[in-house]
């Protein structure tokens, strides 16, 4: 479905809500989804599947009374029933004293480069020669590698949006990804490891770098050893580099936890709480981010945010939607999430830029006397946000670090710190960009993270 025809339904059913006399003003936003997904399991495809998935996101005002509902149907008569809905909602919601007003139209650029037919089109047989490359290059490295498992997929993300005082705008964007893991054995231990590239340009991904990368992880971290808990230097990979920030953008730079007083910039305005060698933007028009929607969700023209500067968090380290935006008398910074993801009520960055240095990870390796390798963290969670502490585990190869070289693979760790202490020092930092959904970044090394706790094995 053309980004016109979800124009033409959005305005339609705004058209229908304003005939509701009590409604003082409404926003409609018209999405569709079209993803396709090659799945795989033990070195053979197992599940191909493809979904055409739309629908709308409604907003009604009434008296200060807001009712909201999204709705997965583009049908005619699903859509007057969520009308009807989002009315009755708003009926008999409390009137919100903190709304201000749905956002005024604005001018928007459209991003260039963004959509290409040929990633939203992929057809089943490409992604599968991709996906045998990928267990190819894994099998090839190592009889050790017993099995190969990850998924391939595409999708194409369109919406538009419109309100009652003049805003018109929509986006569309085409995203392909790949991830795989890889698990290899020797007697009875067992080695694990994964891989994931993402990119606009089907073409881009490299799937056989993927599965060869997965696999040399994943024979190295057979037998894996105990080392202490506490303090160790750490290089975190930039999928590592990408758990973090992700959590960073949700619980410390937006507007939300801001205004909850939840948000560790809140507690340092002006302060410089990182290394100064750390600068982080949200900028959905560069180029090495993949979500690059021109607008929100509200149909708001998305802005660049500094998020740190030199180390430093300010007042304009924070996204906003117009609700959030409202609350403080300022503008909103675009920051509302896009009815494509979801129903998610706060603003949040999710075209996360760190700035690359002028290290090789191998540089960072060789600059460690004792430390440890990460290849990516899960499992992470907030422990207290305004004091920026997250826990969580390594996972897909940990490994130590001694004078300056790769050594022995060691077992999972928790680690449980503030990223404010975590972040303070940072020795290194990696030349190389990844694009990791959320978040772009490079490598970095660490002059320390606590870690709190052991896997048995």
């Not at 936003?29 to 996101?57: C, D, E, M, P, W």
């Not at 758990?243 to 910039?265: E, H, K, N, P, R």
């Not at 710190?417 to 030349?431: E, F, Q, R, W």
């Amino acid at each position: 479905m053309t980004t016109k025809r979800l124009l033409e339904i959005a305005k339609n059913t705004m058209e229908q809500a304003r005939e509701r006399n009590e409604v003082d003003q409404v926003q409609v936003a018209a999405f569709q989804v079209n993803s396709a997904l090659t799945r795989y399991a033990n070195s053979q495809i197992h599940q191909n599947v493809a979904s055409n998935k739309g629908g709308i996101a409604i907003k009604v005002v009434t008296g200060g009374r807001i009712g909201t509902l999204l709705v997965n149907s583009l049908e005619k008569g699903q859509i007057k029933d969520a009308v009807t809905d989002a009315v009755k909602i708003a009926r008999v919601t409390p009137p919100n004293k903190d709304f201000r007003s749905l956002p005024k139209p604005a001018k928007w650029i459209p991003i260039n480069d963004v959509y290409h037919k040929e990633t939203a089109e992929c057809t089943p047989d490409y992604r599968a020669e991709r996906v045998k490359e990928a267990i190819d290059a894994a099998h090839s490295r190592s009889q050790l590698v017993k099995a190969v498992a990850g998924s391939f997929s595409t999708e194409s993300l369109a919406f538009a949006v419109v309100n009652s005082l003049g805003t018109s705008a929509w986006t569309e964007i085409a995203v392909a990804s790949i991830q795989t893991t890889v698990i290899s054995k020797s007697g009875s231990s067992q080695g694990f490891s994964s891989e994931e590239q993402h990119s606009r340009r089907i073409k881009d991904i490299d799937a056989a770098q993927v599965g060869g990368r997965a696999a040399d992880r994943s024979i190295r971290s057979i037998n894996p050893s105990k080392i202490s808990i506490g303090e160790h230097e750490v290089v975190l990979s930039p999928r590592a580099v990408a758990g973090l920030f992700m959590y960073l953008g949700y619980i410390g730079f937006s507007a939300t936890s801001f205004q909850d007083g939840q948000s560790f910039v809140k507690y340092n305005l002006g302060k410089r709480v990182f290394d100064k060698k750390l600068n982080v933007r949200d900028d959905p028009r560069d180029p090495k981010t993949l979500y690059s929607f021109s607008i929100d969700g509200e149909g708001v023209p998305k802005a660049k945010v500094q998020l740190v500067e030199e180390g430093r968090v300010s007042e304009k380290s924070i996204c906003y939607d117009s609700f959030t935006a409202g609350k403080e008398k300022r503008m909103s910074t675009g920051h509302a999430i896009p009815p494509v993801f979801g129903f998610i009520s706060r603003p949040m960055p999710f075209n996360i830029l760190v700035t690359s240095g002028n290290a090789s990870v191998e540089e960072m390796i060789q600059e460690t006397k004792r430390g440890i390798f990460i290849t990516r963290f899960h499992y992470t969670n907030p422990v207290e946000p305004s004091k920026a502490i997250l826990t969580g585990l390594t996972r897909d190869g940990t490994f130590l670090i001694e004078n300056g070289e790769l050594t022995n693979p060691v077992r999972n760790l928790r680690y449980t710190d503030s990223m404010l202490s975590a972040l303070k020092t940072i020795p290194m930092i990696g030349k190389d960009l990844e694009i990791l959904e959320d978040v772009t970044t490079p490598a970095m090394k660490l002059a320390k993270l606590r870690f709190t706790g052991i896997t048995a094995h």
